[in-house]
């Protein structure tokens, strides 16, 4: 299944949007990882160039956490689907709510596409705020408490019987300089896939 033909089917008119034009085997897929928001080029997405500018903060973080992999394929086949909340590039610094409810439609059809997941990783806190009007659309409540990262990471929280595990934006190169936010994320990328193994 390509994620971008399914995914396009949801606009009647030509979109600015960036979706992951990558073939993959939904059934196999067991954790989804979602980044903030695409970048503005899309070969440096993850499914992008080889040496694509969102893999070379990926890989380090994976291997970190004893996951041997080498591209965002070796990934895919661990059964571990990466995607972004917010499918346009930034124009600004900082993501707007409005930018997230646009993009919403296509985050939740993304997700349904998967039917064996068991662990969402929301990587930084645009993740965290879709994730949350999703629930709440859904729900009537938050999936995500809105308190720090670092306190929730060991909360164990559930939606819909899949572990969500709330961590830190996974691509720029400030993960890179900010150590203690690598070893968090890296951390938590090793709790996901202990999780995932255990099913």
Same mark, same amino acid.
């Given at each position: 299944?390509?994620? @971008?033909?399914?995914? $396009? $089917? ?18 196999? +897929? ?12 899309? @070969? ?36 571990? *689907? ?7 590039? &930034?124009?600004? *610094?900082?993501?707007? &709510? ?19 997941? $068991? ?8 993740? &965290? ?17 809105? +308190? ?13 019987? +899949? ?11 400030? +993960? ?17 896939? $202990?999780?995932? &193994?255990?099913?």
């Amino acid at each position: 299944m390509n994620i @971008e033909e399914q995914l $396009r $089917r949801l606009s009647e008119r030509e979109t600015d949007m960036h979706f992951n034009n990558v073939e993959v085997n939904p059934e196999i +897929i067991r954790a989804i990882m979602i980044n903030e928001v695409v970048p503005s080029c899309s @070969e440096d997405d993850f499914y992008g160039k080889p040496d694509a500018a969102y893999m070379s903060t990926t890989i380090p973080l994976f291997r970190k956490a004893g996951i041997e992999v080498n591209s965002a394929l070796d990934i895919l086949n661990k059964g571990i *689907y990466i995607t972004n909340a917010v499918k346009m590039p &930034k124009t600004e *610094y900082a993501v707007s &709510k409005e930018n997230i409810e646009e993009n919403l439609p296509y985050l939740e059809r993304e997700l349904a596409l998967f039917p064996n997941v $068991r662990v969402i990783m929301l990587m930084g806190d645009v993740a &965290k705020k879709a994730f949350n009007m999703i629930s709440k659309k859904a729900t009537g409540k938050n999936a995500v408490p809105s +308190i720090s990262t670092y306190k929730l990471r060991n909360t164990e929280i559930l939606y819909n019987g +899949i572990r969500i595990l709330p961590s830190y934006i996974m691509t720029g190169q400030n +993960i890179l300089i900010e150590k203690s936010k690598f070893e968090m994320a890296s951390e938590d990328i090793a709790t996901m896939y $202990r999780l995932i &193994k255990e099913y």
